[in-house]
């Protein structure tokens, strides 16, 4: 009897245990690709060193390509010395029995940036830091952006960890007046457009835009005058700016309904609309 009970306690802590990993692995299931701040100020000519980071605990990995995007007009890479220092702490720290591979392939206005943990069986979560890049400014006060294009992706294993959510960094270079044209301008709080075509059709899909001010988890949905869900595009993560979400309608009643947007930081934004025939 003594042994059973023993056996049926072990048995339900094994069980919890899984259930908390679940619970903690559903809590941070994305990767947050940033710099070590959003935002960094240089004077013209200057050398600026960015810290490109994982924000939050999440998936795990062991191996990364980063795909580093940069206005060659405001920004000139600088390889830093020894090469070594380019790796982020993150990445050396996780196996001190051997270096990281490791591979760099600059271009005037892109870093392909590399790093595989090469001890068998380790991989890390974040926070922390995964790699640095060194730029000079260019002569002209400027705001610009070092941002992740589409080769960046991070790896389990083989896998690819399709998890992730990139925020650009905003380089602000001397005194500038006003932004480029080419610098996203994010707002201060999600913002969701007004719904078009308004009227519509109550059936097919409706379109809707919006805009976060950082990377956010975010879903649509609507309802019905009565507050009564009738369609929802699920939540899931978004980088910051300007975004769009289709809800596939049901046949809907002629009528006034609410659009609405909801972000995972708190955030709500309604617009109405109303369907046709």
């Known amino acids: 009897m003594i042994i059973a009970l023993r056996r049926a306690a072990r048995a339900s802590a094994v069980a919890l245990a899984l259930l908390a990993a679940a619970a903690g692995s559903a809590a941070g299931a994305r990767i947050l690709l940033a710099g070590a701040v959003d935002t960094v100020a240089v004077a013209p000519r200057d050398t600026i060193t960015l810290d490109l980071v994982v924000r939050d605990a999440g998936p795990s990995f062991n191996a990364f390509d980063l795909d580093v995007r940069f206005d060659a ?3 000139t890479n600088l390889l830093m010395s020894p090469f070594s220092a380019q790796r982020g702490a993150l990445m050396t720290s996780a196996c ?3 270096s ?3 591979l760099f392939t600059p271009a005037p206005d892109s870093l392909v940036c590399t790093l595989v943990i090469m001890c068998n069986g380790v991989s890390v979560t974040g926070p922390g830091t995964l790699y640095r890049v060194r730029f000079i400014a260019g002569s002209a006060d400027a705001w610009t952006t070092v941002s992740f294009g589409g080769g960046t992706t991070f790896y389990m294993g083989g896998p690819q ?3 992730l959510v990139t925020r650009p960094i905003v380089v602000k270079i001397g005194t500038p007046v006003v932004l480029d044209a080419g610098v996203p301008r994010l707002p201060r709080v999600p913002e969701l457009d007004p719904v078009a075509p308004n009227p519509g059709r109550g059936a097919g899909m409706l379109g809707v835009s919006f805009r976060l ?3 956010d988890d975010a879903g649509v949905t609507l309802l019905d005058a009565q ?7 699920a939540p899931r993560a978004y980088a910051a700016g300007a ?3 289709s809800l596939a309608l049901p046949r809907l009643a002629p009528g006034r309904y609410t659009v609405v947007l909801r972000t995972r930081s708190g955030g ?3 617009r109405p609309w109303v369907a046709l025939r």
Not at 227 to 233: E, K, M, S, T, W
Request: no cysteine; aromatic share 4%; proline share 11%.
């Open 100 to 102: 990281p591979f490791h």
């Open 243 to 245: 975004q769009r979400a």
């Open 268 to 270: 709500t934004v309604t």
């Open 227 to 233: 507050g009564r869900l009738v369609a929802a595009a």
């Open 213 to 215: 001010p950082r990377a």
């Open 96 to 98: 001190p029995t051997n």
């Open 73 to 75: 007009a405001h920004l």
């Open 161 to 163: 960890v399709d998890t």
